[in-house]
């Protein structure tokens, strides 16, 4: 037993963590649409009720990032591709959304209805991504006002279902003319706001809460993170190697297939919650 967990469960979250941070790192794409699913399925199996096991699934998907984040941006910084100057002025606006997400609308939220908006949102990524669509640059980047409302959207909707914020924030920097690799990279550097605002989000809003599992504070299954992070870490720098050894668009299709069945999981438990 480590960290309060038996080692069957270990190694389930071990084999979870291996396994989204590889992709993550093969396609680009954030684990979160990944590890929800699988989290919610875990934390189901352990007699956690579906109102409570997406919320704790969403939370601790997203605190990964505070960790896989940290190793994506090293990556891009040494290259120069992390425009720091969007990353300041959005970052406010970034952090007052999560929060507000985190620590007010996530715990007020129902989580058979948060398991519906994330249906829906890993739905639309998924023709998104088997679409291949992609915003034309048709503007600039907006003045502080914007950026600051820009980084709020950004902030309150990743707050919701887990996920990065890359799924919005690459577009919309692609949609104000930065080049996309400008743009990747630096979204992988704003997942560390975004991750760190939800999460102290999650820790309030359920800081009532009492432990739903050992180890869990709020909304948080600390053991479980600890063990996801670790593998996740390790994996995504090969999902990145391997990726320039295969053809991406071809797994991107069959990526979002596997998407849209854990969207159907997702469907599944906010209607029979």
Known sequence: MIFGLEWPLILELLLLGCFTGFLAGLLGIGGG??????????LSAHGVPAVLSVKMAIATSMATILFTSISSVRAHHRRGAVRWDLVRT???????????????VFALLKGTTLALVFALFVGFSATQMLLNKKPHASRQIPGPGGRFAAGGVIGFVSGLVGAGGGFISVPFMTWC???????????????????????VGYVVGGWSLPAILPGSVGYLWV??????ASASVLFAPLGAKTAHAMNVAQLKRLFAAMLYLLASYMLYKAFSG
């Open 90 to 104: 959005l970052a406010p606006g970034i952090v007052a959304g999560g929060l507000v997400a985190g620590a007010g």
């Open 177 to 199: 003319n930065v080049p996309m690799h400008n743009a990747v990279a630096t979204s992988a550097a704003l997942g560390f706001p975004i991750a760190l605002a939800n999460t």
């Open 33 to 42: 649409m990944l590890m929800v699913p699988f989290m919610t399925l875990i």
């Open 223 to 228: 053991p479980a993170l600890a063990v996801i």
